[in-house]
């Protein structure tokens, strides 16, 4: 038998089998490999632990309480912003505050003083209330600020939680509040035209695009300054204004007073909540929610009316004015009677009613009708907004002789002063009707209009609007320079379908330049009480028409009119046909 060349290998003392071996070696392989395995794990789950770890410090430590567990997303919804990009409304993400009272585990009182300090408009004795509340769950607060939150998670109560929650910012806080309005807690818009462009402003394909409106945020601090102005001097119960350009139909500015901060829009400036005691109606939008006799601007329509229709057929024309006229139990006078025949100019700068009312009677009823209807004034006027009245006026049947004569005036029906200053814009743009808008029009998407009045009538009304500033009821709306037209109109309230005695809506309605119409400025007080600055009168042509001349002067320039003292219309050639037009 042959001796092996290789010795067989030798394991402490013995021989091992070559089978063996090679098993062992496949052993000492597959533990090298898992640790390999175990090895190239620690290198994939070390970096995974100590990312978990950076958002557990950066996210859940670093936000407050409830946030580690409740969090919600920003609603996507668009910014609002005025013609020249001015933001008025935008989201951002902020808190909101709960307790769960049972589970509190430091001093509410201690705990509620120390939160009254970091909340603002917060009273320590209401927050007090919710942290020793029953139940099991109450809200501090909504809409906190990032850094308010952050101060409150550093004191450390478990039973408090701060949800991240989408919030809707108004930064400018009251102004055009009732036109911006507001959106709710759930981000679905509630009022204004959040509420009115709901679906443009949360479509998730148009919110990084903001929403131009057509205001312009300098006319409207503007136009409320002015008002707010005259609202406090005359301790009225509102006040209501809007500018409007004649040529596109865009609102610029618009106000009603008193009003509200869409930022927390069920409370009042004192910080209490509303009730049906205490609302006082600053959430009401008087320019188009509001119907109100206008008076005597109405007389402006009437005699347009008349012109279109042919009835006036030349500017001296007479009226019968020497005594009041009577139907049935009523009487139809004029507050400064002249107790003679007038001519139409006459009839229109002393803002006669029984010449007015001649003039409707010999129009007649179907003129009148119709051109109410032609303005729009028989239904809510065609704005964006939701909040929109409805007109009130005699039904057709009950539309006789005493109709026709008090609504030549203004008195017998109500609209909207946002219908008043529509028709103004019809009245002296040419004579043509544009429903008016909120939202900013490009040129080429200003729609063409449909005629309501002739240019000659428009041309004639100008001459007629420019001549009551000058030598009329409306002398204290003569803005330097700017060749204000207008009318006065003051009528008694109506409350509960009755007139109130020694109550007023007074109304002014002008425009400017006259020669060349760009812009309608219409102005309303409720309820006017008199003072010092008006000598105690409440009438349109002593309250309304000096705040005209302030808020004109100030806009004129912010939209492009300047001022030529040295310019004016010449009225005597507008209206050539006058022999007896009245003189200074």
């Keep these: ?33 898992q640790r390999l395995v175990v090895i190239m794990l620690l290198f994939v789950a070390v970096p995974a632990v100590l990312l978990v770890r950076l958002v557990d410090l950066s996210v859940i430590e670093a936000t407050p309480i409830a946030a580690r567990s409740t969090s919600s997303a920003a609603p996507p919804r668009a910014d609002i912003v005025d013609r020249n990009k001015v933001e008025l409304a935008r989201t951002y993400e902020g808190y909101a505050i709960s307790v769960e009272p049972r589970k509190l585990t430091g001093d509410p009182r201690v705990l509620a003083r120390s939160i009254a300090a970091i909340l603002p408009g917060k009273s320590e004795a209401d927050i007090y209330a919710e942290l ?12 906190v600020l990032p850094s308010e939150a952050k101060r409150i998670n550093a004191l450390g109560e478990p039973a408090i939680n701060l949800v991240r929650e989408a919030q809707r910012l108004y930064p400018n806080y009251n102004l055009a509040s009732h036109v911006i309005g507001y959106a709710d807690d759930a ?16 479509d998730k394909d148009s919110r990084g695009t903001p929403l131009p409106l057509s205001i312009d945020v300098r006319v409207q601090q503007a136009l409320e300054h002015e008002l707010r102005a005259l609202y406090i001097d005359q301790r009225a119960k509102g006040a209501a204004g809007v500018v409007l350009d004649v040529n596109t139909g865009e609102i610029l500015a618009m106000t009603s007073l008193p009003d509200f901060n869409p930022n927390s829009p069920g409370k009042r400036e004192d910080g209490t909540v509303y009730s049906r005691e205490t609302d006082d109606g600053s959430r009401f939008n008087k320019v188009t929610f509001g119907g109100y006799e ?12 008349a012109l279109n229709a042919g009835t006036i057929k030349s500017m001296n024309q007479k009226y019968d004015a020497t005594r009041p006229i009577q139907v049935a139990r009523f009487r139809i006078h004029d507050d400064h009677a002249l107790n ?99 939202l900013k029009r490009a040129p080429g998407e200003v729609p063409a209009g449909r005629r309501v009045f002739t240019s000659a009538t428009s041309d004639t009304m100008r001459a007629l609007l420019r001549l009551t500033v000058t030598n009329g009821t409306g002398r204290k709306a003569n803005a330097p320079g700017y060749r204000v037209g207008g009318k006065t109109g003051t009528a008694e309230k109506i409350e509960n379908g009755r007139y109130v005695r020694g109550q007023n809506v007074s109304t002014f309605a002008a425009a400017f330049p006259m020669d060349a119409p760009r812009y309608v400025v219409v ?11 008006t000598f105690g009168f409440k009438t349109a042509g002593m309250v309304v028409a000096p705040a005209i001349t302030r808020i004109v002067e100030r806009i004129g320039p912010i939209l492009g009119v300047r001022p030529d003292p040295e310019k004016d219309m010449d009225v005597s050639s507008m209206l050539a046909n006058t022999n007896d037009m009245p003189k200074e």
């Design 1 to 33: 038998m042959a001796t092996p060349l290789t010795p067989p290998m030798m394991l402490a003392g013995a021989a091992v089998p070559p089978a063996r071996l090679a098993g062992q070696r496949q052993a000492a392989q597959a533990l090298a490999r």
């Design 340 to 438: 003679r025949w007038l001519t139409v100019p006459e009839i229109f700068i002393h803002s006669s009613n029984i010449g007015t009312a001649r003039i409707a009677m010999e129009a007649g009823r179907d003129v009148q009708r119709a051109m109410l209807e032609q303005l729009g004034f028989f239904k809510p006027i065609a704005v964006e907004l939701p909040e929109r009245a409805r007109p009130q006026y005699p039904a057709l049947s009950n539309w006789g002789d005493l109709a026709l004569m008090t609504i030549s005036y203004g008195h017998g029906i109500t609209v909207s002063p946002l219908h008043l200053a529509n028709a103004y814009a019809t009245l002296v743009n040419g004579g043509l009707y544009r429903d008016p808008t909120l």
């Design 294 to 305: 206008l008076g005597s601007t109405f007389k402006a329509l009437t005699i347009a009316s």
């Design 523 to 533: 102005a309303m007080i409720d309820d006017p009480r008199g003072s010092k600055s």
């Design 132 to 143: 020793t509340h029953k139940g099991s769950f109450r809200y501090l607060s909504r809409s």
């Design 187 to 202: 981000g679905v818009g509630a009022v204004g035209m959040e509420k009115a462009l709901d679906a443009r402003l949360s």
